[in-house]
């Protein structure tokens, strides 16, 4: 796990020293994702530098080092993430094997690039990868980010000079980076609390999309593919479902997610696991502890907020397993000692507030590991989100009404304050309590006015949604959550809504999240549910093997309940959140009102104040739970004081 970044300088009028010298600070910005090694490479000719900051992972020697060079020395590559299966690529080369320096998966997968090409070679990696490889001989660098975007990449152009990097932190670092804020990015960061790809906060630089490599040519001409497609995948899985028994699907998945977890867990450091008590996490540290002759390190955060705290859950799953576990109680303050440096933390405007708790876990588990796996993904693949057995019955009862009749209804619905629909949602046992029940009929109340199933799920994934009228003078990009022939690839309403997360949610939210919370302290994350092979097979499940008696996750379940009892983790599902809501009326009520300040709002004409400050009153008052919209304007006020301003 490493930090990427490099430039090429098309007018090519920097001499070596000075592209070296420019590398070592792209990567310094980057010095988190890497401490262990920082080193640059450098070609004059073309105006080009590659730099690296890199944490040691796997082959702790020298050999593992890069800028990397391949045998042939025709290519120079820099590379994050971890490709697991590289033995298995190692001998695919048959008699053509190279001699390696070393036993880095570094090595093997510039070899492999080298000799079947980067297009061909991607397609074999099984991991979580970013990477660019310069050929020599052809002048082309060569660009590509994984299946799923566990890996995050940066490039564009500006002032005659192409960029790329780990981090908008590298780019920033660069002489000729110019920091001009795109008000149509910030218009989607506002609807979603996240900037989505292939958009980026500033004005011509892009994400690389998950799954798609990027050839930069001698011209300046790019080239982008895609290698792998989820939704392709999801359109092929609607009429080529699985047809296994429930015994049979059980047995495959356990063994799908058993060699997913096992080579997940090849390190020559230590190692460990996020443990939050649900079902995602609990399965992978299941699978960890059972293919283990040690006791595995896991790690949990309490809170002692009500509604907040999962860290009992945790601590009773990992007696069961019998893993080394560690938790950590933090205060409030402990909590909003992190806020200060959040922007620092994540580059670009990001607002999901489970980042706090994810950075603390990262925190925690880097005092003793280098390496945690996590249970992120479960959701998106498995059917484990509320809104995709809500939204889908909201959709099929309602769908049909009069639109007056669902105007009432949603009158209705808003009537009665959260804080209302919460205290009535206590006659509901607790084992069955949704938590926050106000804010999820809220919600509810807000999809009734919609016209069809597209705008449902958009309505329930939005938190400010006249986003053109809040970001004066934008035009919010119509990405693929305005897709209507989406609806012709995937007929069905919760599969659509899965591949959507999964296309755009899980990427640029929840991906995004722990990539920079656990690389702000180096900790190298790993995602196994997210093993591809993986995804495929849950794509292909029927319906009634990803959702039963109501109930999503049905298979992962009971791959689940073969390691630990039903009674550990069968209980409505939390989040990783925090109370927010509450705290923006009390501690951080002077710092809220600083930064949602009139003159602060509008202070360079990106935003239009007054919806804000109405929804900041009316938070203030009780009227309504204005959390997350006020979060995400917060968020980025703290971003741009810290990078722009």
Excluded at 346 to 351: H, I, K, S, T
Excluded at 493 to 508: S, V
């Amino acid at each position: 796990m490493c930090g990427i970044a490099g430039y090429i300088e098309w007018a090519a009028k920097s001499n070596q020293s000075e592209l070296e010298a420019q590398g070592r600070v792209m990567a310094k910005a980057m010095l988190h994702r890497g401490p262990d090694a920082e080193r640059v490479w450098a070609d004059a000719e073309r105006g080009l530098s590659l730099c690296h900051a890199r944490l040691s992972v796997i082959d702790l020697s020298d050999a593992g080092l890069q800028p990397m060079t391949s045998a042939n020395g025709r290519f120079v590559m820099v590379y994050n993430g971890e490709v697991y299966n590289a033995d298995d690529i190692l001998e695919e080369f048959g008699g053509d094997a190279p001699n390696l320096r070393g036993h880095s998966d570094s090595e093997v997968i510039l070899e492999a690039c080298a000799h079947w090409g980067v297009a061909a070679a991607v397609e074999k990696f099984i991991g979580m990868f970013a990477f660019a490889i310069w050929d020599k001989r052809e002048k082309t660098l060569t660009m590509a980010r994984d299946r799923f975007g566990i890996k995050p990449f940066y490039y564009g152009e500006q002032n005659g000079v192409f960029f790329f990097g780990s981090e908008l932190k590298a780019l920033m670092a660069h002489d000729k980076f110019v920091r001009d804020i795109d008000r149509n990015a910030l218009a989607s960061y506002m609807r979603f609390n996240y900037v989505p790809a292939p958009q980026s906060i500033f004005k011509n630089v892009s994400k690389l999309q998950p799954g798609h490599v990027l050839t930069l040519r001698p011209d300046g001409m790019r080239d982008i593919k895609p290698f792998w497609s989820l939704r392709e995948i999801a359109s092929h899985a609607q009429k080529n479902t699985s047809n296994l028994s429930d015994t049979e699907a059980e047995d495959q998945l356990d063994l799908l997610l058993r060699d997913a977890v096992k080579r997940r867990m090849v390190a020559d450091v230590p190692l460990g696991a996020f443990l939050s008590g649900g079902i995602d996490s609990s399965t992978v540290v299941a699978l960890m502890q059972a293919q283990s002759s040690k006791k595995i390190h896991t790690y949990s955060i309490g809170m002692q907020a009500e509604g907040y705290n999962e860290a009992e859950h945790a601590k009773a799953v990992a007696t069961h397993l019998g893993t080394d576990h560690t938790e950590l109680y933090v205060s409030p303050q402990d909590a909003q000692d992190v806020i200060p440096d959040l922007a620092s933390y994540y580059d670009e405007p990001f607002a999901d507030s489970s980042q706090i708790p994810t950075f603390l876990v990262s925190k925690l588990a880097r005092k003793s590991v280098t390496v945690a796996l996590s249970g992120d993904g479960g959701d998106e693949l498995f059917c484990g989100y509320n809104r995709y057995l809500w939204g889908d019955r909201i959709w099929q009862r309602v769908g049909g009404w009069p639109n007056f009749v669902k105007t009432c209804a949603s009158a209705g619905i808003e009537a009665l304050k959260p804080q209302t629909w919460d205290h009535i949602s206590q006659i509901i046992p607790n084992s069955k309590r949704p938590r926050q029940l106000g804010i999820k009929m809220h919600k509810v109340a807000r999809a009734l006015t919609v016209k069809d199933d597209l705008e449902l799920y958009r309505r329930l994934t939005s938190f400010w949604e006249d986003t053109e009228q809040l970001v004066p003078g934008s035009l919010e990009l119509k990405n693929i959550l305005w897709d209507e022939s989406l609806k012709k690839d995937v007929p069905d309403f919760r599969e659509r809504m899965q591949l959507l997360d999964a296309l755009t949610y899980m990427p640029d939210d929840i991906l995004c999240k722990v990539d920079r919370a656990s690389m702000a302290v180096s900790l190298e994350a790993r995602v196994p549910l997210l093993d591809h092979r993986v995804a495929e097979f849950a794509f292909h499940l029927p319906k009634h093997q990803r959702v039963r008696d109501g109930q999503g996750k049905w298979l992962l379940r009971n791959v689940l309940a073969r390691y630990i009892p039903r009674e550990l983790f069968e209980r409505p599902k939390m989040g990783f959140g925090i109370p927010i809501g509450d705290w923006l009326k009390g501690p951080l009520r002077d710092w809220a009102e600083d930064l949602l300040s009139v003159e602060k709002l509008e202070a360079d004409g990106l935003l239009n104040a007054q919806p804000i400050r109405d929804v900041w009153q009316d938070h203030l008052s009780g009227k309504i739970n204005g959390e997350v919209q006020l979060w995400t304007v917060l968020m980025f006020q703290a971003w741009r004081e810290k990078w722009v301003l």
